[in-house]
């Protein structure tokens, strides 16, 4: 069963529209959701959580329409909206508290074990804690209620290179499970490049692409040479860069001349070629 | 909704219960106050009592947990009708305070006899769910920046009531809301309406619930 379906959504602000977006999450994967600022990575999350009321298209969330689903299949959904929703005056021990009354299957062991496991001092008020630290209790919240999907928002910004790797690791390890899976918004992509199955770019609202990361990686490749040679590169190409030292440019490997030198392209070069290029377009 | 009681809870003790402390000095100088029949303070404290949802709601704002709530297990009955109970919390906690201010003012003020201590807890009823009935709507349509227009409104028109009753008074002295002698039944009616309005409001919340974020 497939974790997570959105088909055909969209929405329309004044000066800004997200979609038409058609995203699969297969049972047991994680998928990146990597965008620059103002992409609408945080809009497709809350629509697929109905916190902003969509336009037009489908949510289904682990086999259930999410406007029909019931409160209670809430349950099976760990959410990190950045550092967003703690009440800033409760400690780390009244949280878990409260979200005991809120969720049924909350496991006080699990959490209580995230927190030591985290170092977050169970006495001080969230509003205390370091950005890093507020964003590790999310994390701890949504893990601790044994969600079967999770869905981050840039819920890993803010935290140091240890921590990041930490938590990236529980990430991991959370997903082993087949039943598990996770959405994960960042435009940390070495990140994503790290965690994910699967990899999509948003950029300005539309949805460049949706791909395997080892797919992706296989596909495209980085082609170093002159302006000139790359004015008579004769062959699609979907990002370049030229500087006084040369040029490179973002292809596919089947689309080159065999023999062609060509080194491989990491999902940051990806992203950002393919966006500057939309930009130069 | 248990958990949602006790996240109210303890932000009412780390940031409201100054307001509490307040509502109990109120209390106590109202002991002294109604001497001549005016209850004014004893009634104020129970305004205070009302503020607590609002108060709370704007906590929920600023750390945005409104927003994050719609992610959490529970509806939005659920959510709406926590604030309507701890505001039904307050109304309890504002008529025992005046109760016990009220028994000991009528050991000690002839003024105090039991038609003013009847309507002395109607108004203390009054003033503490009516603001909650409206600014609660109003705080779930429009937000709390907003909304807190409408309680400086409320403020103002209780200061304006104050102002009649001063004027309406031979002494010049601000004494009840309520014209004095009301008949008990009709001050029932009043508690039946007052109740009345505070179960629309609820369902105006939930209607309306959400719309501030949107």
Redesign the interface.
């Known amino acids: 069963m497939n974790a997570l379906e959105l088909r055909g959504l969209t929405k329309h602000y004044k000066d800004f529209t997200l979609g038409p977006l058609d995203l699969t999450l297969p049972g047991g994967t994680i998928c990146g959701l990597i965008g620059e600022n103002g992409a609408g990575k945080s809009t497709t999350i809350r629509l697929i959580?109905?916190?902003?009321?969509r336009d037009g298209g489908t949510v289904t969330i682990l086999g259930r329409d999410s406007r029909t689903a019931s409160?209670?299949?809430?349950?099976e959904?760990g959410?990190v909206?950045g550092s967003?929703?703690?009440?800033?005056?409760?400690n780390a021990v009244?949280v878990g508290?409260?979200?005991?009354?809120?969720?049924?299957n909350w496991d006080a062991g699990d959490y209580t074990a995230f927190c030591r496991k985290f170092d977050l001092p169970p006495d001080k008020?969230y509003k205390d804690y370091s950005a890093g630290m507020q964003r590790k209790l999310c994390i701890a919240v949504a893990l601790a209620h044994h969600p079967k999907l999770l869905?981050l928002d840039e819920a890993t910004n803010g935290l140091d290179p240890v921590v990041r790797d930490e938590v990236t690791d529980l990430l991991l390890d959370f997903a082993r499970d087949e039943n598990h899976s996770i959405l994960i918004s960042s435009h940390i992509v070495s990140d994503l490049e790290k965690l994910c199955d699967t990899i999509a770019f948003l950029h300005k609202g539309r949805l460049l692409l949706c791909e395997e990361k080892d797919a992706l990686r296989e596909e495209y490749a980085l082609w170093h040479g002159t302006a000139a040679q790359l004015a008579e590169l004769d062959t699609p190409v979907y990002g370049k860069r030229v500087t006084p030292y040369g040029a490179e440019a973002l292809v596919r490997r089947d689309a080159m001349p065999a023999g062609a030198e060509l080194a491989p392209v990491s999902i940051e070069e990806l992203f950002v070629l393919m966006v500057k290029e939309e930009c130069a377009e | 909704?248990?958990?949602?009681?006790?996240?109210d809870a303890?932000?009412i003790w780390?940031?409201a219960k100054g307001v509490i402390v307040a509502a109990v000095v109120m209390m106590g100088a109202g002991v002294v106050t109604i001497m001549n029949g005016a209850n004014f303070f004893i009634v104020y404290a129970g305004f205070l009592m009302g503020m607590m949802p609002m108060t709370l709601l704007a906590?929920?704002q600023?750390?945005?947990?409104s927003?994050?709530?719609?992610?959490?297990?529970?509806?939005k009955e659920q959510l709406v009708g926590s604030k309507y109970i701890i505001g039904l919390c307050g109304l309890v906690l504002a008529e025992l305070f005046a109760a016990a201010a009220l028994g000991v003012a009528s050991l000690h003020w002839t003024a105090v006899d039991h038609a003013l201590v009847v309507s002395t807890l109607v108004q203390v009823g009054m003033t503490t769910l009516l603001n909650s009935a409206v600014l609660l709507p109003l705080n779930y349509r429009f937000g709390y920046e907003k909304a807190k227009y409408a309680f400086y409104l409320m403020v103002g028109l209780v200061a304006a009531l104050m102002g009649f009753g001063v004027s309406a008074n031979e002494d010049g002295l601000a004494r009840n809301f309520l014209p004095q002698g009301v008949p008990p039944l009709a001050l029932l009616g009043i508690v039946l309406i007052v109740l009345g309005l505070y179960s629309l409001s609820w369902r105006l919340s939930v209607a309306w619930y959400g719309k501030a974020?949107?």
């Open positions: 959580l109905d916190m902003v009321q409160v209670r299949s809430k349950e959904i959410v909206l967003d929703g703690i009440p800033l005056c409760l009244e508290k409260v979200m005991a009354g809120i969720y049924r008020k869905l | 909704m248990k958990g949602l009681l006790l996240k303890y932000q780390h940031y906590y929920d600023a750390s945005k947990f927003e994050y709530s719609g992610v959490l297990p529970v509806t974020e949107q």
